[in-house]
């Protein structure tokens, strides 16, 4: 033990779980993005569920989507995978791992059908980008069609169009005066 240890401030704050699940009481609260943001959800879980009884609190994966729930507190909190945002090569929850990205130009709206309804959404896609490679965005058709319309692009630039679709969805699909996002990140 460090005999010249002393501890000079007392924290003042400490989690209270079950504030956060006071506050979270009827609501969905959502995870949007990559394993960044999938380490996230599983913290705020891990702080939340010690408190909850066993039979009052499930965890369930459908896709791209995994649940946790907080019956008696009829509180969602999830967490969706899509490291993009944008439609991708990638978007596959459980393989991944594509050297070789593409995404397809204004379709936040196919993952964006999963966030509609959720009170407080956490968004963060940054490390996914952070290859500098040139991107392939593509224009129209199928990932799986032998010949596809793509463009390259610069990363920034891809990125830069990921981020302008996030906030077009977010300003048609979410009241400020009731619903809440942050974006975390660049």
């Known amino acids: 033990m460090d005999q010249n240890f002393k501890r000079r401030k007392k924290f003042e704050f400490c989690f209270n779980a079950t504030l956060v699940l006071e506050s979270l009481r009827g609501k969905r609260m959502l995870f949007v993005g990559d394993s960044l943001n999938r380490g996230q959800f599983v913290s705020m879980v891990c702080l939340l569920q010690r408190i909850i009884p066993e039979n009052a609190k499930s965890m369930e994966t459908f896709g791209s989507l995994t649940v946790f729930t907080a019956k008696d507190y009829n509180a969602k909190i999830e967490y969706y995978w899509a ?49 500098g490679m040139p991107f392939k965005i593509l224009q129209k058709g199928s990932f799986k069609d032998d010949v596809k319309d793509m463009i390259e692009v610069s990363t920034e630039d891809a990125y830069r169009m990921a981020m302008k679709s996030m906030l077009r969805w977010v300003k048609r699909n979410m009241d400020p005066k009731k619903n809440r996002e942050h974006r975390l990140g660049r």
């Open 83 to 131: 490291p993009f945002l944008l439609e991708s090569n990638a978007d596959d929850a459980v393989i991944h791992r594509i050297t070789d990205r593409i995404v397809r130009k204004g379709s936040i709206n196919k993952h964006g059908k999963n966030w509609k309804g959720a009170d407080i959404i956490v968004f963060n896609t940054y490390l996914w980008w952070m290859t």
